[in-house]
């Protein structure tokens, strides 16, 4: 056997020796530096003084026989393609001879199918029926080099101006398996088939070989189903090589198909068949009678999950062409790797795209918007699933949100597909848009901009986060209010006065505020309203207040009173001065709602001094407060005999009559509501019965008085249980009640910070 490989080598040296001179060398040369990597050997460049030297070759030769020497049946393969076989090595040099004395010749041009044996009996060959006109001139088949990948199966990728159709191929860990398959298929031909699951890169890798290895063949791609049997007589005769690209297989095989004989005739003519198939179709079909053909293929398996080795090579690959794609591959694909990254995803972007109707997910679309628009103001991060509800309402135009329960919308938006998901589970309960989602919105032409909503839940969840990068998102969220309201969007206006006041711009926060009002937005002037009251402009706050009041704002129809009073305070004291008992009156009324007892029993009086009838009812309630009942019930009936029905009900319900016992004072309390039930808490503590007054006011806080939160710290405090006291005036002071906050002010400034 020794002695065989040497002569091999020999052999070899001398035929590629003579091929150095010939317009094939190129590709042979390729093809012998292949061979020598794929057993870990270096290439030698084999030159002497003349040029390629047969002494170096032959030495070469035989330190790659010696490291494999199953690397003559592929020496064989490349020799017999040169027409340089030596004598004595068969068709498939790498299998067992057919036994002694059997020899054959051929003659006479392209052979078709050859059988070696030592005898043959009676062989009848009947040519299958087929339409030759069905195929398509070889001439016109594309070189393999020149073979568009999408044209013949590779799913695109998001396009870009500028860019070639595709990224870079990637190189796979069975690259090296996998040409040397098709090596072996191009020097006798044969099926080579890549098996995979579906997005694992199948197609591409598999075209990468035909491109690498199979340059010079022309390619035929049928359509799926086409009849085949004619391929053999077209071909036959025909100069140059021929390959034929199956994609999917499954859909070639049966009547017509890809199946044993055809194969047998095709590698006659030393055509390669190069196919795919998924995992599951191939279990389909394999013992199927017409997926026989299966069992003669050499198959290269390709993961769906790349490896460590794969993605490191991805990211070198990203590093050293500049690619956008392989860079955001590298960056943000998980284990499904680049193939379902990239073709994956502009599927699962149409899908998610889709869902916005009404008979599909428009919740789950919604949510993953929520998400991916966040994402798009600089939050990508973690999103609490909070944030991602109230968003998701927002959207205007996503229609029939209420016949898609929240639970199946999340379920939709989180399943997996094929190693990705539209939504993706962080921690807990946070989420965060699939990356392939954000990157592609950021490329995408006519994708909606976020709107002003969402960027205010965004600025909203920024400064509650203390995000590092607020700054970034604030001046974002300022470049699109703007353009949005450079295109006559108010709300934008509006958004920018926010914007501007939470950065303490207060000036540039009125004009925003100012110029939103005057297009109509009553948020805008409740706010200018605020800001110019706040600073003591009541009168220019007026007219902004009335705006937003008028269109259903409580809180500025408050203030707007508020400040009307202080108005209205000025005036009626100017009425007064000019001796108007109704302005006395009404000062009296106003002062006594401020608290005021004092002066309003002096406006009473002036107005009581002057005749003034009115005043009745509003001296027997001070009297009331004074408690005087006698005197109140005077007033009462007075007010009563004038006809004031106010004053009628209250002398028949006896209100002027005091509530003479701690049980009447419980039992009215008891029917009231709001203040009262804390109030009754303090009646029944300030009796000493402190443990009923506990669960009032735990009543109370729970309903949200503050006041029961800083009655049960003084409890606790009297009763000798400081830690749960603090806890009590930290409650109340968080629920906003002055005395809790000055309680822990006042410890804050003893010890310098307030502990138990």
């Known amino acids: 056997m020794e002695q065989e490989l040497r002569d091999l080598a020999a052999s070899g040296a001398s035929a590629l020796a003579r091929a150095a001179?010939?317009?094939?060398?190129?590709?042979?040369?390729?093809?012998?530096?292949?061979?020598?990597?794929?057993?870990?050997?270096?290439?030698?460049?084999?030159?002497?003084?003349?040029?390629?030297?047969?002494?170096?070759?032959?030495?070469?030769?035989?330190?790659?026989?010696?490291?494999?020497?199953?690397?003559?049946?592929?020496?064989?393969?490349l020799l017999a393609e040169l027409g340089e076989l030596p004598v004595g090595y068969g068709a498939l040099p790498s299998g067992p001879p057919a036994g002694p004395g059997v020899h054959n010749t051929l003659s006479g041009g392209t052979q078709g199918s050859v059988i070696q044996a030592g005898?043959?009996?009676?062989?009848?060959?009947q040519s299958p029926v087929y339409h030759q006109g069905a195929l398509i001139d070889p001439d016109s088949w594309p070189a393999a080099g020149d073979a568009d990948p999408l044209a013949l199966g590779v799913r695109p990728t998001h396009r870009e101006t500028g860019l070639p159709p595709l990224p870079p191929y990637v190189g796979r860990d069975r690259d090296r398996e996998l040409n040397a398959a098709v090596a072996q298929a191009r020097a006798r031909g044969g099926l080579v088939l890549v098996l995979g699951e579906p997005f694992a890169g199948k197609s591409r890798t598999a075209l990468a070989a035909l491109a690498g290895r199979l340059g010079g063949f022309r390619v035929y791609a049928p359509a799926r189903g086409a009849d085949l049997r004619g391929?053999?007589?077209?071909?036959?005769?025909?100069?140059?090589?021929?390959?034929?690209?199956?994609?999917?297989?499954?859909?070639?095989?049966?009547?017509?198909?890809?199946?044993?004989?055809?194969?047998a005739q095709l590698s006659a003519l030393?055509?390669?068949?190069?196919?795919?198939?998924?995992?599951?179709?191939?279990?389909?079909?394999?013992?199927?009678?017409?997926?026989?053909?299966?069992?003669?293929?050499?198959?290269?398996?390709?993961?769906?999950?790349?490896?460590?080795?794969?993605?490191?090579?991805?990211?070198?690959?990203?590093?050293?062409?500049?690619?956008?794609?392989?860079?955001?591959?590298?960056?943000?694909?998980?284990?499904?790797?680049?193939?379902?990254?990239?073709?994956l995803g502009p599927l699962l972007w149409e899908e998610w795209w889709r869902a916005r109707r009404a008979d599909r997910h428009p919740r789950g679309h919604a949510l993953v918007r929520a998400a991916l628009d966040l994402a798009r103001c600089g939050l990508d991060g973690p999103l609490p699933m909070d944030l991602l509800l109230k968003v998701h309402e927002g959207y205007a135009d996503v229609a029939g949100m209420d016949r898609e329960p929240v639970a199946d919308?999340?379920?939709?938006?989180?399943?997996l597909r094929h190693g990705l998901r539209l939504l993706v589970r962080v921690t807990?309960?946070?989420?965060?848009?699939?990356?392939?989602?954000?990157?592609?919105?950021?490329?995408?032409?006519?994708?909606?901009?976020?709107?002003?909503?969402?960027?205010?839940?965004?600025?909203?969840a920024a400064r509650e986060g203390g995000a590092k990068d607020f700054a970034k998102i604030a001046a974002g969220a300022r470049e699109a209010f703007r353009r949005a309201a450079d295109e006559g969007d108010s709300?934008?206006?509006?958004?920018?006065?926010?914007?501007?006041?939470?950065?303490?711009?207060?000036?540039?926060?009125?004009?925003?505020?100012?110029?939103?009002?005057?297009?109509?937005?009553?948020?805008?002037?409740?706010?200018?309203?605020?800001?110019?009251?706040?600073?003591?402009?009541?009168?220019?706050?007026?007219?902004?207040?009335?705006?937003?009041?008028?269109?259903?704002?409580?809180?500025?129809?408050?203030?707007?009173?508020?400040?009307?009073?202080?108005?209205a305070k000025k005036w009626l004291s100017a009425g007064q001065k000019g001796g108007s008992a109704e302005a006395a009156h009404l000062l009296g009324d106003h002062l006594m709602g401020a608290g005021d007892i004092d002066d309003a029993f002096s406006c009473y009086l002036d107005a009581s001094n002057a005749g003034y009838a009115p005043v009745a009812l509003s001296l027997a309630r001070l009297h009331m407060l004074w408690k005087e009942p006698v005197i109140a019930e005077v007033w009462l009936r007075r007010?009563?005999?004038?006809?004031?029905?106010?004053?009628?009900?209250?002398?028949?319900?006896?209100?002027?009559?005091?509530?003479?016992?701690?049980?009447?004072?419980?039992?009215?309390?008891?029917?009231?509501?709001?203040?009262?039930?804390?109030?009754?808490?303090?009646?029944?503590?300030?009796?000493?019965?402190?443990?009923?007054?506990?669960?009032?006011?735990?009543?109370?806080?729970?309903?949200?008085?503050?006041?029961?939160?800083?009655?049960?710290?003084?409890?606790?405090?009297?009763?000798?249980?400081?830690?749960?006291?603090?806890?009590?005036?930290?409650?109340?002071?968080?629920?906003?009640?002055?005395?809790?906050?000055?309680?822990?002010?006042?410890?804050?400034?003893?010890?310098?910070?307030?502990?138990?």
Request: glycine fraction near 12%.
């Open 270 to 343: 030393r055509v390669v068949v190069l196919a795919t198939m998924r995992d599951e179709a191939y279990d389909e079909h394999r013992h199927e009678p017409h997926g026989r053909v299966l069992d003669l293929a050499r198959t290269v398996e390709l993961a769906g999950q790349w490896s460590p080795a794969e993605r490191t090579l991805l990211a070198q690959s990203a590093g050293r062409t500049g690619d956008f794609r392989l860079i955001a591959a590298a960056a943000s694909s998980g284990p499904e790797g680049l193939a379902a990254y990239l073709g």
């Open 231 to 263: 391929l053999p007589a077209l071909l036959q005769g025909r100069p140059g090589r021929y390959a034929v690209w199956l994609d999917d297989l499954d859909g070639h095989l049966g009547e017509g198909g890809l199946e044993p004989r055809l194969l």
């Open 428 to 460: 807990g309960d946070t989420w965060r848009a699939a990356p392939f989602l954000v990157e592609t919105a950021a490329r995408h032409e006519t994708f909606p901009a976020v709107d002003g909503q969402v960027w205010g839940c965004a600025l909203e």
């Open 119 to 125: 005898s043959v009996g009676t062989i009848t060959v």
């Open 491 to 567: 709300h934008a206006l509006h958004n920018l006065g926010v914007l501007a006041e939470s950065l303490g711009e207060g000036e540039e926060a009125e004009e925003w505020f100012r110029r939103a009002a005057e297009a109509g937005q009553p948020r805008s002037a409740a706010r200018l309203g605020r800001m110019l009251a706040e600073r003591g402009e009541g009168k220019r706050a007026e007219p902004y207040l009335e705006q937003a009041a008028e269109a259903g704002d409580a809180e500025a129809a408050t203030l707007l009173g508020k400040v009307l009073r202080e108005r």
């Open 21 to 77: 001179g010939t317009e094939a060398w190129a590709d042979v040369r390729l093809q012998v530096r292949e061979l020598f990597s794929r057993y870990d050997l270096i290439f030698p460049e084999w030159r002497g003084k003349g040029g390629v030297s047969a002494q170096y070759v032959e030495l070469g030769l035989r330190n790659l026989l010696k490291a494999g020497p199953e690397a003559a049946g592929e020496l064989c393969a």
């Open 639 to 756: 007010a009563a005999d004038a006809g004031d029905a106010e004053a009628a009900e209250a002398v028949k319900s006896g209100a002027g009559n005091p509530i003479d016992t701690l049980d009447e004072a419980v039992e009215f309390l008891e029917e009231g509501k709001g203040l009262d039930v804390v109030n009754l808490g303090v009646l029944l503590e300030t009796h000493g019965r402190a443990d009923e007054a506990r669960d009032w006011y735990l009543k109370g806080q729970e309903q949200g008085d503050a006041y029961g939160a800083f009655r049960l710290a003084e409890l606790a405090e009297r009763q000798g249980e400081r830690a749960t006291a603090l806890g009590w005036y930290r409650r109340a002071a968080e629920m906003g009640h002055p005395g809790a906050e000055r309680v822990l002010a006042e410890r804050r400034g003893a010890a310098g910070t307030v502990s138990e």
């Open 409 to 415: 919308a999340l379920a939709w938006a989180a399943e």
